[in-house]
């Protein structure tokens, strides 16, 4: 996980393979870029194709660094063909890898305990998941978790639902056509001490919220006007010392760090597929910290190939990076086009007529449907099915309404019927999640939308 900002430069029309893979080369560790793989999901008439990306995080000071992110793709989760897992950990600390690769491992295993509950309750199957994970390593002899831990922003694809579960500043984000313009639903909130709720939640837990020169005594203890983009962000202080200085509130692992708020509780959005949404990004801050919501959502939508989106923003991320600073944070994101079973072209495609705008995806760069649970090695670019590798408040929050890019292929070759555009409504905690079914092709991903908040605890 990267404390520090940057950036990353986009091939800016690049439709076809070559040029992207060739951008993706440039990048050390990246393997020549991401694959591609299919995941049916037939209670909703839909496909997942899906790419991932793992880039290993420039450090000149430390170059026998190991990569500290880790990923997953199940698709047949649990072996339902209705569910489909994608999950990004980002891990800190001396341990944050072994905390990563930990959480990676753990976490679909203890879903799977709870296969019963994720469909009647994924807000608390997700819960109890995540909480369990957080108590095994601390348990764990192999993993020192004392000063080290790692976020989670998990998927679920179950038939025509999505479930998010988040603890930590990683992201979800989805991209939705609405009002004739592809904009980004966030389908996580970071949870960092910017937050209002979150800062009151540690502090009700004894924390001290101060940014590291405030700490040294060269700001205000008192001062809270802290800029995202300015300066040290406030960080999550011991009343009585000088740790654990996390600038994130929510976490797997920092043992250390509990007993000021630091918790393992995740937050769990769930939203109904619809034809507006085009598809979905799961991704590392080593994305999100120079890159914002709505201009990740408009990088994919100028790519009819997942692929080719990975390797847009992981070397968009990269530049921006050294933009900002001499190092860059790792970089791992995982795209899933939603798209309708019928429809073999892009995201989005049985909505528009893309013309002559790139040529369409082949067949046989795509990988067949496989069982889950193939664990890669850390610097590698990831892939299918199987493969998983080790590389705001959200009271208010809702869509963002910025203009995509002029060249978005939506805008410039036609645009969605008004009958295909979402509407986003509110439905309590409570209620049980829906069942989980989701499909192929540029076609459904919304309907009524679920926020779980865990209890504040310490």
Known sequence: MGCAHGKGCLPRHARDRGSSAA?????????????LGRAAVPGAGLVLEHA???????????PARVPQDAHLVATRFAGDPDLHLFAVFDGHGAAGAACAAFARDALPRLLLASAASLAADPAAAFRAAMLAANAEMHAAPAVDDSMSGTTAVAALVAGPELHVANVGDSRAVAGVWRAGRVVAEDLSWDQTPFRADERARVRACGARVMSVEQVEGMRDPDAEGWAPDEGDPPRVWARDGLYPGTAFTRSLGDLAAEAVGVVADPEVKSVHITPAHLF?????DGVFEFLSSQKVVDMVAMYQDPRDACSAIAAESYKLWLEHENRTDDITIIIVHIRDSENSGPAGSDKVDYGSVGAPIAVHTIQSEMPIFVPSEVNGCAATEVQSSSSGSPTERSLSCVAPSPTHPLLTRGRISDASKAVQTERPASQPGQTWHQVDGGAELERSVQRSTPPASC
Not at 23 to 34: D, E, I, M, N, T
Not at 52 to 62: E, I, T
């Open 52 to 62: 991932a990306l793992a880039v290993p995080g420039l450090y000149p000071d430390s």
């Open 23 to 35: 951008a993706a080369k440039r990048l050390p560790g990246a393997q020549g870029g991401a694959t």
């Open 280 to 284: 979905f990004v799961v991704a590392s």
